[in-house]
């Protein structure tokens, strides 16, 4: 059975020194794969490494934005690119190697079975690695409070390794997703939910970056404590007519 063809959206903002050696492990991994480079304009010259591997490589392509405006737009900047042309998954990946490479043939297999897979640490098989308790207790509490408010099972909701079918994008409205960072990923499971989509979980070991700087912040996880009821509150108004 021939893979379905693929692109993985990769979202970059001073990122240089992982970019080239990320691209190199996913193509070691699936070398049948695109990635799609979604530069905000990175001070430390990201865009313009991420244009040199292209011109060297066609399956690596390049989408300039004029600066800083959030993961979660950048995301949406690059599954609108996919839409427009005839991909059938996608995938959401970090640049910082906290989604590894290794377990990309996994979601592949298990996209044979689910509309949407999200990558889990919370399942067995998945965890965290050099995290401190203060930042497990964080996610977990965080996962667990969305799971509880919006009624879904999945162990991982605030993740961003996921793939999707391109159905499920082509479904979702999605110049209205709320924000960036946590409920950026929570809202697309739950939108994706509501209309009728399947989710899967695969285990995946989340380690901490080891080059360049978090982009996570205390203002993103406050949005996401609002924002999850607003998901809730608004669930009528969000759920699509039946497919």
Known sequence: MNQPKTLICVPTYNERENLP????????EVPQVEILVIDDNSPDGTGQIADEISSKNPHVHVLHRAGKQGLGRAYIAGFQWALARD????FEMDCDFSHQPRFLPEFIKKAESFDLVLGSR??????TEDWDWRRRAISKSGNTYARLILGLPFKDLTGGFKCFHRKVLEALPL???????Y???IELTWRSVLAGFSVGEVPIQFPDRT??????NGSIVREAVVNVWKLRLNKRQMTPPAR
């Open 122 to 127: 919370y399942i067995p098989g998945g965890g």
């Open 21 to 28: 050696l990320l691209i190199d492990a996913i193509f070691a």
């Open 211 to 216: 080059r360049g700087e978090s982009k996570m």
């Open 87 to 90: 991909y059938e998954l996608v």
């Open 175 to 181: 110049t209205e997703i709320l924000g960036s960072g």
């Open 183 to 185: 409920v950026f990923q």
